[in-house]
């Protein structure tokens, strides 16, 4: 069983930026994707990012690409999601997961954390 804990939401204005971390704890070696995702009101989960941690190779959504970029510390288990040049439109709740592999669909991911809420204000 994998833990994820996410961290570093909050309230910036447009143009501002933000970094968010995911620690995991517990049987980490399961799973060798990790990713972020966002849901904005009213809706679908969306990928954002994911990074396959055997190689570092990196995927970003269209949408922020040049503007977010996912990276990892292998000895803090720790992924992170820097944002910069945020967006109204990048206003949403941030999860964190993990699988073995990667996709950007939701259903492929079996480990979620509880989200963290970023609002970017104009």
């Known amino acids: 069983q994998v833990q994820l804990v996410e961290s570093g939401g909050g309230s910036v204005q447009a143009g501002g930026s933000l970094r968010l971390s995911c620690a995991a704890s517990?049987?980490?070696?399961?799973?060798?994707?990790m990713a972020w995702f966002r849901q904005a009101p009213g809706k679908a989960r969306e990928a954002v990012a994911y990074?396959?941690?055997?190689?570092?190779?990196?995927y970003s959504t269209d949408s922020v690409k040049g503007r977010f970029a996912i990276s990892r510390d292998d000895a803090k288990n720790t992924v992170y999601l820097q944002m910069n040049s945020l967006k109204p439109e990048d206003t949403a709740i941030y999860y964190c997961?993990?699988?073995?592999?990667?996709?950007?669909?939701?259903?492929?991911?079996?480990?979620w954390g509880q989200g963290t809420q970023v609002t970017v204000s104009s």
């Open positions: 990074i396959y941690i055997p190689t570092g190779i990196t």
């Open positions: 997961a993990a699988a073995s592999g990667c996709t950007t669909l939701v259903p492929h991911f079996g480990t």
């Open positions: 517990g049987a980490t070696d399961r799973h060798n994707c």
